[in-house]
């Protein structure tokens, strides 16, 4: 039996869009997550490599520097192509305001065990926060910051821990958000980790620092605002004018992160 050619271009319309679901479906993840396999040995005084265990068995590595007594220690999660050793100017302005800090390197990432995932990451997280915390250190002293991707993973925590503040660097409202405003929209809802901020910050109960350049090329200045308007009080927006997706620490970052958690002490701190 032959085809008409009406069926015949149906049939192969049916095979695209297949394939095309079928991309999205099992490599979406491939261009979500760039990680670096590199395993390279801090060396800047004072910072040492730990390794954390999580929930579900992934041994992750993390770059740690104690804090001076009484500052806070940042919780930091990177980008999607975050490498420890190329963040040497946000380490240094950090170490050299007494404020410690744990960058935790997701499952894959340089020398980190598995494969990442939205929950993937969702348990990293949730691993340094636990590691922090069996250190002696408390909810008020820990700062929970994301930068990119990271700023995702960062919401979903502080949405279920006690924290005394949440950054958000160049934040996204959601990875499907991104992939409507690039014409992948009609796929949106394939996409498997769509990390939807929007949706978690809602419940975050913690003062919110949100910094955005808005000339961003990666991630547009609009979900930064959005992100703001979604969030609690007590809150705060900056906008670094003339600044890109990854200039925000050279543009100032940390002249704007001091004063507020210095507005914004811990329970313990305010008492």
Same mark, same amino acid.
């Given at each position: 039996?032959?085809?008409?050619? !009406? #069926?015949?271009? /149906?049939?192969?319309? !049916? ?6 679901? &079928?991309?999205?479906? =099992? %490599?979406?993840? /491939? ?23 999580? +929930?579900?068995?992934? @041994?992750?590595?993390?770059? =740690?520097? &104690? ?15 975050? $490498? ?5 100017? $946000? ?9 410690? =800090?744990?960058?935790? %390197? ?7 065990? /598995? ?6 990451? $969702?348990?990293? +997280?949730?691993?340094? %926060?636990?590691?922090? !915390?069996?250190?002696? !250190?408390?909810?008020?002293?820990? @700062?929970?910051?994301? =930068?990119?991707? /990271?700023?995702? @993973? +960062?919401?979903?925590?502080? #949405? ?13 409202t959601g990875i499907d958000d991104i992939a409507r405003q690039h014409g992948a929209g009609v796929f949106a809802g394939l996409i498997q980790d769509s990390f939807r901020s929007r949706d978690y910050i809602t419940r975050v109960q913690m003062p919110v620092l949100i910094a955005h350049g808005d000339t961003d090329s990666v991630i547009p200045f609009a979900h930064g605002e959005r992100m703001f308007e979604l969030a609690r009080e007590p809150k705060q927006f900056v906008r670094f004018s003339g600044s890109d997706h990854s200039t925000l620490v050279r543009d100032g ?19």
């Open positions: 039996m032959r085809l008409k050619p !009406i #069926a015949v271009g /149906g049939l192969v319309v !049916i095979v695209v869009l297949a394939a095309l679901y &079928a991309g999205l479906h =099992f %490599y979406g993840r /491939g261009m979500i997550y760039h990680p670096s396999h590199a395993v390279i040995a801090p060396d800047i005084a004072g910072v040492r490599a730990e390794h954390i265990s999580t +929930a579900d068995g992934e @041994v992750l590595v993390a770059w =740690f520097h &104690a804090p001076r007594p009484g500052q806070p220690v940042i919780l930091f999660f990177d980008g999607n192509g975050g $490498r420890p050793e190329i963040q040497d100017g $946000r380490w240094r302005r950090i170490i050299d305001h007494g404020v410690g =800090f744990l960058a935790l %390197y997701y499952r894959s990432y340089s020398g980190s065990t /598995g494969s990442p995932s939205e929950e993937g990451l $969702r348990l990293d +997280a949730r691993a340094g %926060y636990d590691w922090l !915390i069996a250190q002696g !250190i408390t909810p008020d002293d820990i @700062v929970i910051h994301g =930068f990119s991707l /990271g700023s995702a @993973v +960062a919401v979903q925590l502080a #949405a279920e821990k006690p924290a005394r503040a949440l950054i958000l660097e160049a934040p996204m970052l940390y002249d704007q992160v001091w004063p507020f958690l210095d507005a914004h002490p811990g329970l313990s701190e305010a008492d």
